[in-house]
């Protein structure tokens, strides 16, 4: 069974940098497809940005400018770098991977990490 293990919310003030991360429990070469969503109370999970195996990247039209997303192989992980926090940055962040090889056809979720901004 593949686990998503995120970390690196908090509480931060607004305009401020955050950088959550997300470790692989087996090789992240399992997962063909990763990405972050954001969930705010209230609202739908939505989908922030995702990156493929070979390294692409996507990423929802609000999310631009202000998220990067990024993986480290050897380190079996996924980064979500944000910065200029908003107040309505606020939410909890997940991390998902579709699988790929043995775990073709299989989805992945976090538990999820929450991101607080506020003064």
């Known amino acids: 069974q593949v686990q998503l293990v995120e970390s690196g919310g908090g509480l931060v003030q607004p305009g401020g940098s955050l950088r959550l991360s997300c470790t692989v429990s087996?090789?992240?070469?399992?997962?063909?497809?990763m990405a972050w969503y954001r969930q705010a109370p209230g609202n739908q999970r939505e989908l922030v940005a995702e990156i493929a195996s070979s390294g692409a990247t996507t990423y929802a039209d609000t999310m631009k400018e202000r998220f990067t997303i990024s993986k480290d192989n050897a380190k079996d992980t996924v980064y979500l770098e944000i910065h200029g926090l908003k107040p309505e940055d606020t939410a909890v962040y997940f991390c998902?991977?579709?699988?790929?090889?043995?775990?073709?056809?299989?989805?992945?979720w976090g538990q999820g990490t929450q991101v607080t901004v506020s003064s």
């Open positions: 998902y991977g579709e699988g790929s090889r043995s775990y073709r056809g299989r989805t992945f």
């Open positions: 087996r090789s992240i070469i399992n997962l063909a497809v």
